[in-house]
């Protein structure tokens, strides 16, 4: 069945430096989003791509979805404390994101030192 | 607040028993779905509720069921619970402004 892949698993940075976490699908994804996480929350939705190479950006985030829509990248720059959490990716492959089951990731946990 | 409400917010029942939880949100979706989240791991889709009818499930077993009414509110059930029952499930709503919106879960834990 269908799969997705997050790495890394846990990333502890210094405030103020970059984060990035991967996500690959072992098949084509009509969408990707993004959510977010803080621990002992539900999941937040950060956002959705649908086109090929998309990119989008949230302030100090930028988001990426990959030219085959089988790969997707979030990028934080400059961290903060506050960005603390886990990031899910979901992908859904059955061309509705709205009436279709939503594969997520395993998540990233960023942990940030002040 | 998410405008999604579930109750209740955490759950300690016995192996072999059955649960009902419960979910409603404030705008009355169409559409509801419903994940189980175990500890340490993404959210994983159990089925998805259209217009008071069954529209998609995933790998998990006839013991969990669902309903969802005519207001829109739904619940799961999960009949002669297992330990590897022990997680979060959360019910969700989808905007395409706001992507799905997930409630805050009940938190359930078999012993």
């Known amino acids: 069945g269908q799969q997705v892949m997050q790495i890394p698993q846990y990333q502890h940075v210094q405030e103020g430096e970059d984060f990035t976490t991967y996500c690959n699908s072992s098949?084509?994804?009509?969408?990707i989003q993004w959510y977010k996480q803080r621990p002992g929350g539900h999941p937040v939705f950060l956002i959705q791509l649908v086109k090929s190479g998309e990119v989008k950006k949230q302030k100090r985030l930028t988001f990426q979805f990959g030219e085959a829509k089988k790969n997707s990248s979030l990028h934080i720059t400059a961290t903060q404390t506050t960005d603390v959490g886990t990031y899910f990716c979901?992908?859904?492959?059955?061309?509705?994101?709205?009436?279709?089951?939503?594969?997520f990731g395993q998540g990233t946990t960023l942990q940030v030192k002040p | 607040e998410t405008g999604v409400t579930q109750s209740p917010t955490h759950l300690i029942k016995t192996r072999g028993q059955q649960v009902t939880l419960r979910c409603s949100s404030q705008?009355?979706?169409?559409?509801v779905s419903w994940y189980q989240q175990a500890l340490g791991q993404g959210p994983q889709f159990i089925f998805q509720?259209?217009?008071?009818?069954?529209?998609g499930r995933g790998n998990f077993p006839p013991r969990f069921s669902g309903l969802q009414f005519p207001n829109y509110s739904s619940e799961l059930n999960v009949n002669a619970l297992e330990l590897d029952d022990s997680a979060l499930y959360l019910c969700a709503t989808w905007t395409w402004d706001y992507g799905y919106t997930f409630g805050s879960g009940t938190r359930l834990t078999v012993v």
């Open positions: 098949t084509t994804l009509s969408n």
């Open positions: 509720y259209y217009r008071e009818e069954e529209n």
């Open positions: 979901a992908g859904s492959g059955d061309g509705s994101s709205n009436t279709g089951k939503l594969i």
């Open positions: 705008s009355g979706h169409n559409t």
